[in-house]
């Protein structure tokens, strides 16, 4: 009985993050959110975490992410009530708004996860940031954000604050060497760092051919 209310739960949340995402443009939309779900119970599988938690936080990660929502304390009202309206127990909600509220990247200066289930999500998020998927929503945040595909006078930051991360002028080709590029590195769970090798080879070989073409000197 308790597998099929989980999975009630699971749709509910899945249809309510359905609406709240589905007019995004800047790559958290809502098959971004699908793509993590998929990844974190992958991982979870492999690692041994708690499946439903993994899914229904992987489901409810970008709901307060605060480029999306910037009225954090509204944001956080909605899903606490969301939480409370499905009879959500009190052990999981204070754990699955543990998860996503340590897992963005912040410049790199955010809180390391606690549990197991925090580092799967956190992982199957970041994964998919890499990769050819990871270059295709880095192109479309820096378009809905208003800024250059690369601009060789702006210089890309080795360190930053939060608040310099978000907003200060950056491209798109910056955004992969001050995130993307140190994401491989960052993987909680050894099967999210096997997945994450290939991915980071390509943005690589991706970066070097962009060079190529910049500079006019490919064949």
Known sequence: MKEVENQVILERAQNWVQEKLKHDSSGHDW???E?????????????????????LAALLHDIV?????????????????WFIEENIPEDIDAHVIEIISTLSFKGGNNLKMR?????????????????????????????WKGQAIYD?????RSSMTKEQYRNEKSTAINHFYEKLLRLRELMNTEA???????????MEDFLMRFDLEWQGTDE
Not at 35 to 55: D, K, Q, T
């Open 152 to 156: 060789p006078t702006i210089i890309f």
């Open 192 to 202: 999210a760092r096997k997945i994450a090798e290939g991915r980071h080879k390509f």
């Open 35 to 55: 793509r993590v779900r998929r990844m974190a119970v992958r991982l979870a599988r492999i690692s041994g975490a708690n499946l439903f938690i993994c899914e």
């Open 31 to 33: 098959w971004h959110i």
């Open 115 to 143: 549990t197991l289930e925090g580092q799967v999500v956190q992982d199957a998020d970041r994964l998919d940031a890499l990769g050819a998927i990871g270059a295709a929503r880095t192109f479309a945040y820096s378009g």
């Open 65 to 81: 992410d605060d480029k999306l929502f910037p009225d954090q304390p509204t944001a956080y009202q909605e899903l606490r009530s």
